[in-house]
């Protein structure tokens, strides 16, 4: 009975402020509105996207054409040629030169030794010289990664079976022609794709959530601040009910911003969220967990409020940074990093709801965002017992 008091109590002092409402309601549906439609030419209508052809300059250092591997008929294949101009390279050096001239996107350098390696079962590797375009680099590596696998495939068999009986079977290669290394693909199986608002709605969704442990950062410095803990602690209810009471009633609220979001932006901006309510759910209660127990963390472990603040909302903007809730940010250093972060699994258990993916590619990202919940909410727990709530 005397948690529910607290509870009730900060639910309606957080109703009552007129800035928290505004904050907490009005400024995220801004945002998205803003956001939507600044950015919305980094997003795609949904139609699939062509991908221009990339020019390739191929260097054979021994001067052969190594057609015993199957590499001319697999680059001239109905599946390769399309998205690959192949062309006879000079030398590694000439082919730097053209690809800083523009003259090619591409250049693939062959050791001179490399069939022979194959062909004795020993490691075998090409050089891959990367032009300017992100996009045809990694297409052009993809499609002669296909290529080397194929072969690589080969290379075990003369390893296990041994060079007389594999040799043979390299011919085959040639047969990998057959397939479609290179094709386009959508989050989910129907081919549909995320809008910019639906992008942005999802981001400041989660952005919003990740706040809401500072709600609870200063309700707790305010007690301590204003001396009114003293009456608290003079009352016959324990520190433990104050603190798990003001967690609750922020919480609440914090939820019923998820909802305004939710149904604002599906009424105002049109933003479809997906057929499964029940693990949208789940995210947003995980992110405000997330949310509360690293605040607290954080608030019991900082000397002071200011630093507990300026600590919270530099790890929230550089979360939302590294997941790409500002603007999607291609790189794989940047993809690896963003994976260690709520925002991420959040974020991407989202898009996938509003695509109406396979559940079982949501309840993965629910999963990871659960694990990461529960870290946190572990390390709080530990930091609560070891500082408590009290005033110093």
Same mark, same amino acid.
């Given at each position: 009975?005397?948690?529910?008091?607290?509870?009730?109590?900060?639910?309606?002092?957080?109703?009552?402020?007129?800035?928290?409402?505004?904050?907490?309601?009005?400024?995220?549906?801004?945002?998205?509105?803003?956001?939507?439609? +600044?950015?919305?030419?980094?997003? #795609?209508?949904?139609? #699939?996207?062509?991908?221009?052809?990339?020019?390739?300059?191929?260097?054979?250092?021994?001067?052969?054409?190594?057609?015993?591997?199957?590499? %001319?008929?697999?680059?001239?294949?109905?599946?390769?040629?399309?998205?690959?101009?192949?062309?006879?390279?000079?030398?590694?050096?000439?082919?730097?030169?053209?690809?800083?001239?523009? %003259?090619?996107?591409?250049?693939?350098?062959?050791?001179?030794?490399?069939?022979?390696?194959?062909?004795?079962? %020993?490691?075998?590797?090409?050089?891959?010289?990367?032009?300017?375009? @992100?996009?045809?680099? @990694?297409? +052009?590596?993809?499609?002669?990664?296909?290529?080397?696998?194929?072969?690589?495939?080969?290379?075990?068999?003369?390893?296990?079976?041994?060079?007389?009986?594999?040799?043979?079977?390299?011919?085959?290669?040639?047969?990998?022609? *057959?397939?479609?290394?290179?094709?386009?693909?959508?989050?989910?199986?129907?081919?549909?794709?995320?809008?910019?608002?639906?992008?942005?709605?999802?981001?400041?969704?989660?952005?919003?959530?990740?706040?809401?442990?500072?709600?609870?950062? $200063?309700?707790?410095?305010? %007690?301590?601040?204003?001396?009114?803990?003293?009456?608290?602690?003079?009352?016959?209810?324990?520190?433990?009910?104050?603190?798990?009471?003001?967690?609750?009633?922020?919480?609440?609220?914090?939820?019923? $911003?998820?909802?305004?979001?939710?149904?604002?932006?599906?009424?105002?901006?049109?933003? &479809?969220?997906?057929?499964?309510?029940?693990?949208?759910?789940?995210?947003?209660?995980?992110?405000?967990?997330?949310?509360?127990?690293?605040?607290?963390?954080?608030?019991?472990?900082?000397?002071?409020?200011?630093? +507990?603040?300026?600590?919270?909302?530099?790890? *929230?903007?550089?979360?939302?940074?590294?997941?790409?809730?500002?603007?999607?940010?291609?790189? #794989?250093?940047?993809?690896?990093?963003?994976?260690?972060?709520?925002? @991420?699994?959040?974020?991407?258990?989202?898009?996938?709801?509003?695509?109406?993916? #396979?559940?079982?590619?949501?309840?993965? @990202?629910?999963?990871?965002?659960? *694990?990461?919940?529960?870290?946190?909410?572990? *390390?709080?727990?530990?930091?609560?017992? &070891?500082?408590?709530?009290?005033?110093?």
């Amino acid at each position: 009975m005397k948690l529910w008091t607290i509870l009730w109590f900060e639910i309606r002092k957080l109703i009552r402020a007129r800035v928290v409402l505004l904050n907490l309601f009005l400024l995220p549906l801004l945002l998205i509105f803003i956001l939507g439609n +600044a950015l919305s030419t980094v997003f #795609d209508s949904g139609e #699939d996207i062509q991908i221009d052809k990339s020019v390739v300059s191929v260097v054979r250092l021994a001067g052969e054409a190594a057609d015993d591997l199957g590499l %001319e008929s697999f680059l001239n294949s109905a599946e390769i040629k399309p998205s690959l101009d192949v062309r006879s390279g000079a030398s590694r050096e000439q082919a730097e030169a053209d690809l800083r001239s523009g %003259e090619i996107d591409f250049a693939v350098v062959i050791p001179e030794d490399f069939e022979a390696r194959v062909n004795r079962g %020993e490691p075998a590797q090409w050089e891959y010289v990367l032009g300017q375009n @992100h996009l045809k680099n @990694h297409v +052009a590596t993809m499609i002669f990664d296909a290529y080397l696998d194929e072969v690589n495939r080969m290379q075990a068999s003369v390893i296990v079976l041994g060079p007389e009986k594999a040799i043979p079977a390299l011919a085959g290669a040639e047969n990998a022609a *057959i397939f479609s290394y290179v094709e386009n693909a959508s989050l989910n199986k129907k081919g549909e794709s995320y809008s910019a608002f639906q992008y942005y709605a999802a981001s400041m969704l989660i952005m919003f959530l990740l706040y809401s442990g500072l709600m609870v950062n $200063q309700s707790l410095n305010s %007690e301590i601040k204003d001396k009114t803990l003293y009456r608290l602690n003079s009352m016959p209810i324990s520190s433990m009910q104050i603190f798990a009471g003001k967690m609750i009633g922020n919480s609440v609220i914090t939820l019923l $911003q998820a909802a305004a979001i939710i149904f604002g932006t599906s009424w105002m901006y049109g933003v &479809k969220w997906g057929g499964h309510p029940v693990y949208l759910l789940a995210i947003c209660v995980l992110v405000v967990l997330c949310s509360m127990m690293l605040a607290i963390t954080i608030t019991l472990l900082s000397k002071s409020q200011t630093t +507990a603040t300026a600590i919270v909302q530099f790890i *929230i903007i550089l979360m939302t940074f590294l997941s790409g809730g500002f603007q999607p940010i291609p790189g #794989d250093l940047i993809q690896k990093l963003s994976e260690i972060t709520v925002n @991420h699994w959040a974020m991407q258990g989202i898009l996938r709801i509003m695509l109406d993916s #396979d559940p079982a590619e949501i309840l993965h @990202h629910v999963l990871m965002l659960g *694990i990461i919940g529960g870290l946190l909410l572990l *390390i709080g727990m530990i930091s609560y017992r &070891k500082v408590g709530y009290r005033y110093e």
